[in-house]
């Protein structure tokens, strides 16, 4: 019944950009907190930025200044604008719903790929 999807991932040259989106399908959208974390082969999966239902953000150091996460409750979708972008953004990207600490709710999408050549 719940459903969340990526999109816009794909091979972009370094200093380009890229948006993804996440549309999701769920009950009370706007109570969630929504993030995007990736994970590069080899690597852990790791949060990249965090948007909360009251619209607070938090992103990681390695991308601060060049991505950012924003909301439309109407459309109940997430996007991440990457900017900027290096190889080392290479990774899957993956969409995250959150509601009261996953406590009521964590759900996670099949991800999207990104490549980031140099």
């Known amino acids: 019944q719940v459903q969340v999807v990526e999109s816009g991932g794909g091979l972009v040259q370094s200093g380009g950009s890229l948006r993804l989106s996440c549309a999701v399908s769920?009950?009370?959208?706007?109570?969630?907190?929504m993030s995007w974390y990736r994970q590069a082969p080899g690597k852990e999966r790791e949060l990249v930025a965090l948007?909360?239902?009251?619209?607070?953000?938090n992103y990681a150091d390695s991308v601060k200044g060049r991505f950012n996460i924003s909301r439309d409750n109407a459309k109940n979708t997430v996007y991440l604008q990457m900017n900027s972008l290096k190889p080392e953004d290479t990774a899957v990207y993956y969409c995250?719903?959150?509601?009261?600490?996953?406590?009521?709710?964590?759900?996670w999408g099949q991800g999207t790929q990104v490549i980031v050549s140099s």
């Open positions: 995250n719903a959150v509601r009261n600490r996953g406590v009521q709710g964590n759900y």
């Open positions: 948007i909360t239902s009251t619209t607070r953000t």
């Open positions: 769920i009950f009370n959208f706007p109570t969630y907190d």
